[in-house]
């Protein structure tokens, strides 16, 4: 990533961040242009350290880079104050025209996304349930799917296990289901995890 920004868009530095705490610290101390971020990080969601990153630098803008399905992710980057959205699998001259596209103050989409959006406007399309479901519960339902237990959750979240166990019953009732083996079905006929 950092090769490939420097050789295609001059007179850009790249630098690079470890983890989360790391992230927040640079942007309180650098001015920087652009931030491209995953969603997968330590110790706090992506969702999450993107909105750190807005509420410190409302201006900066911020591309996701990420193996998760626009479908599912990409709305939610946006409503946290994403410029752009672009997953993993695209070339490498996509990546280049995304981050051109948002250091220039523009929004990058993937002509798919677009579509998606505007359909998002046709009251005649019913939307699937996990669509009510606030950041948080998306990501507790992401994790539950994966077999992980409210206390493992807790750990990866760097939240307390009542507090897992409230998101819980909140995204039971939200999604009208009673177990996991319900949520882990649910996710998986929706195409929730990976």
């Known amino acids: 990533m950092r090769r ?8 850009l530095v790249a630098e690079e961040a470890s983890n989360s705490d790391e992230t927040l610290d640079r942007v309180r ?3 920087w242009d652009l931030v491209v971020m995953g969603l997968s990080t330590d110790g706090r969601g992506g969702l999450e350290l993107l909105k750190a990153i807005k509420a410190l630098r409302p201006t900066l803008p911020v591309l996701v880079f ?3 399905s626009e479908e599912h992710y990409a709305r939610r980057s946006f409503r946290a104050g994403a410029a752009g959205y672009i997953t993993k699998d695209r070339s490498s001259g ?3 025209k995304a981050i051109r596209k948002v250091i220039g103050g523009g929004r990058y989409l993937s002509p798919g996304l677009a579509e998606t959006l505007v359909a998002d406007f046709d009251p005649q399309i019913d939307r699937p349930p996990h669509h009510s479901l ?3 519960e998306f990501e507790v339902l992401r994790l539950m799917a994966s077999a992980k237990t409210v206390g493992e959750i807790a750990s990866l979240l760097s939240l307390s296990s009542r507090t897992i166990s409230t998101y819980r019953a909140r995204l039971l009732e939200k ?3 009673k177990t996991n083996a319900q949520v ?4 998986i006929e929706n195409k929730l995890v990976e």
């Open 94 to 96: 996509e990546l280049v």
């Open 29 to 31: 101390t650098n001015h």
């Open 66 to 68: 990420s193996m998760r």
């Open 134 to 136: 606030s950041d948080r």
């Open 4 to 11: 490939l920004v420097e050789e295609h868009c001059r007179g």
């Open 175 to 177: 999604l009208a289901l």
């Open 184 to 187: 882990m079905r649910y996710a």
